[in-house]
């Protein structure tokens, strides 16, 4: 048996997907030895794997983003970005690579499992020749000649007009994040590695391993995608043991739709998209829940809303899941993967860090509708939940996305592959793929 050692960013969005790769290596005899942040130990024995706290490095918790970093809400959206990627992904490598420097040292560990901007992990590799493997869960992120840079959520096309302007694009977005990127050099410099030319990620692809949580359906196509890039479906939390639900639970059983709203436990400012959407869709013959993540504000305490209206902080969302009819959320990787495994059409609107790629990815597929805006009116969310509800095509995408997904077990597809990465210790390729026609996109 191997020792493996995990290594995620300090979020739920990271941690609870690996927590079933966790469980089924652990389940398979492996030693499975997990670094993160000090507030997911809890989770991490849960998993079966062996929790390793910080020692010299230091994360952010993204689920206390704001509460840690309250002046990140008075930046203006531009300044969003490159705040977030220069203080929760460079700043810490120096720290965190040494601490995975001493964890594979003193555990003996035979290959590295990293988040997919885990920079450190590159580090590892380049430095010291460690066995490295990556596991995405936030979408793929590799530059290709047919998929605008990443970032800005913008659709892939093939119109020789397009591929002119991202290549322009291209060039602007290598200055996106220069203060970001000086740093990361500033680091490379002193541990004596060549220094990145475009992005503080551009070193961040393994070359022996990358599993993306998904599958190519919800995907761009790509005309360079990496022989040992493998889709092994989506890494859906492990459902808890079931608890007291709510009194009107039952009311999901009535013949009307049941839609869910949810920005997450990261966005806590409800209005940006669910105070809007309650104040519009009360009115509407469905059922509406909506999670808030925490204390819900006094918009949603009010004994005004209409008896339709739920509000909860947390609900088990593997039990709430197979009883909607729509998500309307801001764009969490998990929550929407969660959803198309069910097959429950997704209203998404989300702009900051990785969110406008996934709302990007709903449009794109045909399983949702992309409202590309920060703070949507009530309106424009209401008639958005009242297209995916009507137009019988986005329940056909997400049918279609469902079968998909079910005909994958993600946890044992990555262990496998793990496990041969460490048997002939060179790069694990995926099976032959079809190449994609240039013009090759999805119709909404």
């Known amino acids: 048996m191997s020792t493996v050692l995990i290594a995620t960013l300090a979020a739920s969005g990271h941690v609870n997907p690996f927590g079933p790769v966790a469980a089924e290596l652990a389940g398979r005899g492996h030693d499975v030895i997990w670094y993160t942040g000090a507030a997911y130990g809890e989770r991490v024995a849960r998993s079966g794997a062996r929790y390793a706290p910080p020692e010299e490095g ?112 291209e060039l602007v977005e290598r200055r996106r994040f220069p203060q970001p990127l000086r740093r990361m050099n500033a680091i490379r ?11 503080p990620f551009d070193a961040n692809l393994t070359p022996y391993l990358y599993a993306q949580a998904t599958v190519p359906e919800f995907e761009y196509p790509r005309r360079r995608l990496p022989a040992h890039v493998h889709f092994v479906g989506p890494l859906l939390p492990e459902p808890r043991a079931a608890g007291p639900l709510p009194a009107w639970w039952p009311e999901l059983e009535k013949d009307r739709p049941a839609v869910l709203l949810t920005q997450g436990t990261g966005a806590r400012d409800l209005g940006e998209l669910v105070i809007p959407a309650v104040r519009e869709l009360a009115g509407d013959d469905l059922t509406l829940v909506v999670t808030t993540g925490g204390p819900p504000p006094e918009e949603l305490r009010s004994a005004d809303l209409p008896a339709n209206v739920h509000v909860e902080p947390f609900l088990p969302y593997a039990q709430l899941m197979p009883h909607l009819d729509a998500l309307v959320t801001n764009g969490g990787y998990g929550t929407v993967q969660l959803a198309l495994a069910h097959g429950v059409p ?99």
């Open 346 to 444: 997704v209203v998404a609107s989300g702009v900051t860090e990785d969110k406008p790629e996934v709302c990007a990815r709903v449009a794109w597929s045909g399983t949702g509708i992309d409202l590309r805006q920060r703070r949507p009116s009530g309106p424009q969310v209401a008639d958005a939940v009242r297209t995916v509800l009507r137009d019988p095509r986005y329940r056909r995408a997400t049918q279609g996305m469902r079968a998909s997904f079910a005909a994958h077990r993600a946890p044992r597809e990555v262990a496998e592959l793990l496990e041969r990465l460490v048997a002939t210790r060179r790069p694990v390729p995926a099976p032959p793929r079809r190449r994609p026609s240039p013009t090759a996109r999805r119709a909404t």
């Open 58 to 169: 230091r994360f952010t918790d993204l689920d206390r983003l704001t509460e840690e970093f309250p002046e990140f809400l008075s930046l203006p959206p531009e300044a969003r970005g490159p705040w977030f990627v220069e203080h929760v992904f460079v700043e810490p490598v120096p720290g965190q690579y040494r601490d995975l420097r001493t964890l594979m040292a003193r555990h003996g560990a035979d290959v590295l499992l990293a988040d997919s901007t885990l920079a450190a992990a590159s580090l590892m590799h380049e430095l010291h020749g460690a066995l490295w493997a990556t596991l995405s869960v936030a979408p793929l992120a590799l530059p290709d000649p047919l998929v605008p840079p990443f970032g800005k959520g913008r659709p892939p096309g093939g119109q020789p007009w397009r591929r002119a302007r991202r290549r322009y694009t």
């Open 189 to 199: 410099r002193e541990l004596g590695v060549p220094p990145v030319r475009t992005g």
